[in-house]
């Protein structure tokens, strides 16, 4: 099977797309052989039908009602009590979609109604979605205390859950594969004096870059959430 390049989406990896063929009233895999940038080859066909090419997705399942939309999902709260604090977990004070966590707020408030400049939390769900197959690192630099999960949400990558000034933490690698989305969540908290997060990462062969938004409608390298999305606690 032959195409242009215009005939692709943005963002398809043609090394990974997948041929499936029309019959008996369902859609039925067929073997791939050799892939090119304008080539998919197909192998053990013996007749015409009809054929569909394209990478293979796996899509998060959203709350009924919910579709997936670009940006992290963020719960904010006002801490009461000692720091470093619980996890953020339960009924936010106040809610975002922040489509990009790179925030140096300084002495101030983070913009969410509610919440003050000091002794605060935020907690920032959804997924991540990858168009290169290979080794991601993630990077956050904060302050104060930050936590961050990628795919296994039992064990963080990164977990500096302290009191202290603007400090870069670096996870190890985590392997990651193309056209596949990962759970992602992200909490910080703020004592006092400054605050900063961000949030970045390093694709396969790249530098570190804040993790940007991800594209609609067709789905890009970046974050995302259900437009429906649940936060129910730890």
């Known amino acids: 099977f032959n195409f242009l390049a215009g005939d692709i989406d943005g963002g398809a990896n043609t090394a990974l797309f997948n041929i499936q063929r029309f019959s008996g009233g369902t859609w039925n895999d067929v073997t791939a052989g050799t892939r090119t940038a304008t080539s998919t080859q197909g192998t053990g066909l013996n007749a015409f039908g009809s054929f569909a090419i394209g990478e293979r997705i796996t899509v998060p399942t959203c709350p009924a009602g919910g579709e997936l939309v670009s940006g992290l999902f963020g719960s904010y709260y006002t801490v009461t009590g000692g720091f470093p604090p619980a996890r953020p977990a339960g009924v936010p004070d106040g809610t975002r979609i922040d489509g990009t966590v790179n925030f140096n707020w300084a002495g101030g408030a983070p913009g969410v109604g509610g919440i003050g400049a000091d002794q605060f939390s935020v907690r920032w769900d959804g ?107 730890a």
Not at 131 to 136: P, R
Not at 174 to 201: C, D, M, P, S
């Open 127 to 233: 997924y991540i979605y990858v168009t290169v197959s290979g080794n991601y690192r993630f990077q956050t630099q904060s302050d104060d205390g930050v936590r961050l999960w990628v795919d296994n949400m039992t064990t963080p990558v990164i977990d500096n859950w302290t009191d202290h000034a603007s400090t870069t933490d670096t996870s190890g690698n985590v392997a990651l594969t193309a056209g596949q989305y990962y759970q992602i969540r992200l909490e910080y908290f703020e004592n006092g004096g400054q605050a900063e997060i961000r949030l970045r990462w390093e694709p396969p062969a790249g530098s570190f870059v804040a993790i940007p938004a991800g594209p609609l409608p067709t789905p890009g390298a970046g974050l995302y959430h259900c437009s429906e999305q649940q936060i129910t606690g």
